[in-house]
């Protein structure tokens, strides 16, 4: 079975600071994985996903995140946050054949500080 | 525009009433989900299908049931088994293969 585990329910950055937040995964297979954010009553929408072809991932609105095998991590970061950041953001795993449905981690709520 | 759309965005039942959640997608995705969405819980699954006339129970099915009938089309029941309905509730949809879903914008239903 694939599960996702997000540190940390709540983080709170400075408007300028870097964002990290963080994401550790469980998977018996190569696993996909996929970067999520969720603005207040909207639906999800993909920042980023890993498929095994590069371990250092970019997405949209300036963010990345960096597959590390050995650490079964997949961290999200942005070098300097603004404040239309502030979202839900929620990491999920899937089996390499998507197949079976993504597994997502409970969610961290980001809230940035001008 | 193709993309996946949820009504009514927000639904309210009374005690012992089943509800019907639409989803619909114009993304020619075979496969749908729907998802619960609860504070601090994350996504849980719900009931899922990957094509048409077949569906799988997800971790927390009972008291809700789906159909399948079309290729553009997953509504999702609430029947009056569901003891804490109150939720926001998510459907996504995506091609074959790996490609991350798309969601909906959500339906979210409070019982009165």
């Known amino acids: 079975a694939q599960s996702v585990t997000q540190l940390g329910s709540h983080v709170s950055v400075s408007e300028g600071a870097l964002v990290l937040l963080r994401c550790n995964y469980s998977s018996s297979v190569p696993p996909y994985l996929f970067w999520y954010v969720q603005y207040p009553n909207q639906g999800l929408q993909l920042l980023l996903k890993?498929?095994?072809?590069?371990?250092l991932v970019k997405g949209i609105n300036g963010f990345e995140a960096e597959f590390k095998k050995s650490e079964t991590s997949f961290h999200l970061t942005k070098p300097s946050a603004h404040m239309s950041d502030a979202a839900e953001y929620f990491c999920?795993?899937?089996?390499?054949?998507?197949?079976?449905?993504?597994?997502f981690g409970k969610g961290t709520r980001l809230s940035v500080i001008a | 525009d193709g993309g996946i759309t949820q009504s009514p965005k927000y639904l309210f039942r009374k005690e012992g009433q089943n509800v019907t959640l639409s989803c619909e997608q114009n993304l020619n995705h075979d496969a749908m989900y729907w998802y619960r969405q609860d504070p601090g819980q994350g996504l849980r699954l719900i009931y899922y299908?990957?094509?048409?006339?077949?569906?799988q129970k997800g971790d927390i099915a009972e008291g809700y049931s789906v159909s399948r009938e079309k290729k553009e089309s997953f509504p999702l029941t609430v029947t009056s088994a569901q003891k804490n309905p109150t939720a926001f509730y998510l459907c996504?949809?995506?091609?074959?293969?790996?490609?991350?879903?798309?969601f909906g914008s959500g339906t979210r239903l409070t019982v009165v």
């Open positions: 996504a949809s995506t091609r074959q293969g790996n490609y991350g879903y798309t």
């Open positions: 299908s990957q094509i048409v006339n077949d569906f």
């Open positions: 890993y498929t095994s072809a590069a371990t």
């Open positions: 999920a795993v899937s089996e390499w054949s998507g197949n079976t449905p993504l597994v």
